[in-house]
């Protein structure tokens, strides 16, 4: 069977997995595009998982500002050295979480993780952490976050 290179490209940033990663699960899944994503996200979950017990020493306090400066987020997430905290994944990660924060009235860093992401509802925010985590290679948590709004007390 030949594989579509652009579908080989395409999973390898939507998922982080290696390029052999990315043929295998295509092959097993005869060229089926979703079916090859679903596989690939499978074994990310288990490399996050494999990561849990690491230190994350590092990271970024990460502003956002919403609704022209009427709502803004700011967010502490973990990683384990400064180098990832540096990647543009780690940074576009922070982003994507501390705007899910400015949408919604959560109290807790559970109850944000464990919501659906407002890009794509079949997705977790916590799904999010353990893709990048699985590009990036290291252990990443969000630690804390705040929200503020306008007008209220």
Excluded: W
């Amino acid at each position: 069977m030949e594989l579509n290179i652009k579908d080989i490209k395409n999973l390898r940033e939507e998922t982080g997995a290696g390029v052999l990663e990315v043929k295998q699960a295509l092959e097993n899944s005869f060229g089926d595009y979703a079916k090859a994503k679903e596989e690939l996200m499978k074994k990310v979950g288990s490399k996050a998982a494999k990561k849990s017990d690491r230190v994350t020493k590092d990271g970024l306090i990460f502003a956002y500002l919403h609704a022209r400066g009427r709502v803004g987020t700011l967010i502490y997430m973990a990683c384990e050295t400064d180098f990832v905290a540096k990647t543009e994944d780690f940074q576009r990660l922070c982003k994507e979480v501390a705007m899910q924060a400015a949408t919604g009235d959560y109290s807790s860093v559970e109850e944000l993780l464990n919501d659906e992401y407002i890009r794509d509802p079949s997705k977790k925010i916590s799904d999010l952490l353990n893709e990048t985590t699985a590009k990036v290679g290291e252990k990443i948590e969000l630690k804390k976050f705040v929200k503020y709004s306008v007008g209220e007390d």
